[in-house]
């Protein structure tokens, strides 16, 4: 069962299921596309992420048959988006508030799961970037569009994809910006799993409780090497930036209770410490 959460917000829904955060894009009307209501929620719940022991990873998907178009080109190209008050302030006192809604700047450092129905452009497709485990429902759409507007992809796509899949691969997306469909997805390494149509949080659940049965202090180290050790740092240094985050790990007491669970043959029950 899941709960929903105060900071919620009316076009961003968070819940929690058991150690698990759902945050739900809620903007179906205008195709999930940002406004400042979805940025303060997510803002509020990837802050949350980091501060909750009991949470060990987020899942990010949306309302409606679209899972984000991207920044409100309609609002965006007469400067006419409102923003609430809170948000405004907000970005007074955390000027990149944005960059860190969308994953770009300031990531929560626990596994991020994405679960996507239908189309997923512009910034839709960016901040897919920024998560760890993907998930697509067979008819779902890719893109970063932004070239064809006149725009730059703000967001890190044309930084992050090079990293994360073949560089000819990602040009194709950031130069032509054209749709890519879920099967090239998988193909391309971009996503992990497809599903059915409507069962996409599903399986993203089902991932989340996969990684809320193992220890929290592996996790983090584990989620922070794959995210900060790049593949273009030598192999020897990239040894001695992963042995700084897995000395501490082995120090801990989850490491204790892990070996102690295998050699009695029973579930650990690891406390994150």
Aim: charged share 25%; glycine share 8%; proline share 5%.
């Amino acid at each position: 069962m899941s709960e929903e959460l105060s900071i919620s917000t009316k076009n961003c829904i968070i819940e929690k299921h058991g150690r698990t955060l759902i945050v739900t894009l809620n903007r179906p009307e205008a195709k999930n596309a940002f406004s400042p209501e979805m940025l303060l929620g997510m803002y509020k719940a990837w802050r949350l992420l980091d501060e909750d022991d009991e949470l060990m990873c987020a899942i990010l998907t949306a309302n409606g048959d679209t899972f984000c178009a991207g920044m409100d080109l309609k609002a965006g190209a007469d400067g006419q988006q409102k923003s609430t008050e809170e948000f405004m302030t907000l970005m007074g006192e955390v000027p990149n508030v944005h960059w860190q809604a969308l994953l770009r700047d300031n990531r929560p450092s626990k596994p991020l799961i994405l679960a996507v129905e239908g189309y997923a452009l512009a910034g839709g497709t960016e901040i897919l970037a920024g998560t760890d485990l993907r998930v697509a429902a067979e008819d779902a759409t890719f893109g970063v569009t932004e070239v064809a507007r006149g725009l730059y992809p703000m967001a890190g796509s044309s930084i992050r994809l090079p990293r994360q899949i073949p560089y000819c691969l990602a040009a194709e997306i950031v130069l032509l910006g054209r749709h890519i469909t879920a099967q090239e997805a998988l193909e391309w390494g971009l996503v992990n799993r497809l599903v059915p149509k409507g069962e996409t949080l599903a399986e993203a659940k089902s991932m989340a409780e996969e990684l809320c049965k193992t220890g929290p202090v592996a996790l983090k180290a584990i989620t922070r090497s794959l995210r900060e050790i790049q593949t273009d740092v030598a192999e020897p240094e990239a040894m001695l930036q992963s042995d700084e985050l897995a000395n501490p790990v082995f120090a801990s007491d989850d490491a204790r209770e892990g070996m102690k669970a295998f050699k009695e043959k029973r579930p650990a029950v690891f406390q994150g410490k």
